[in-house]
């Protein structure tokens, strides 16, 4: 059974840091992409960061490039988001994806607020 577990999340201040993780199970891991996806109330999920399976290739949204590092570790079957120079804007629930023998997987989520 395939499952994401994310943590990490909380309440930060503007300009503060987070590193976000994502734990995976039931598939073979190391053969998969994995992409953060972040949902912010009343507005649509978007694409945050996307990493390649064995984590040489790594792909951000604008609004990530600069702040965001995505990273993983295969061997701990865990992906990363660290998040650096926080903006009330990146207020949202984070998700971990990956697209597995044709199906789209999800986490629950992570809670992420920047408020001062």
């Known amino acids: 059974q395939v499952q994401f577990v994310e943590s990490g999340g909380g309440l930060v201040q503007p300009g503060g840091s987070l590193r976000l993780s994502c734990a995976a199970s039931?598939?073979?891991?190391?053969?998969?992409?994995v992409t953060w996806y972040r949902q912010a109330p009343g507005k649509e999920r978007e694409l945050v960061a996307v990493?390649?399976?064995?984590?040489?290739?790594?792909n951000y949204a604008d609004s990530a490039k600069g702040r965001f590092t995505i990273s993983r570790d295969n061997a701990k079957r865990t992906v990363y988001l660290q998040m650096n120079s926080l903006k009330p804007e990146d207020t949202a629930v984070y998700y971990c994806?990956?697209?597995?023998?044709?199906?789209?997987?999800w986490g629950q989520g992570t809670q992420v607020t920047v408020s001062s």
């Open positions: 039931g598939f073979t891991f190391s053969t998969y992409g």
């Open positions: 990493i390649s399976s064995l984590g040489y290739r790594t």
């Open positions: 994806n990956a697209h597995i023998r044709g199906l789209d997987y």
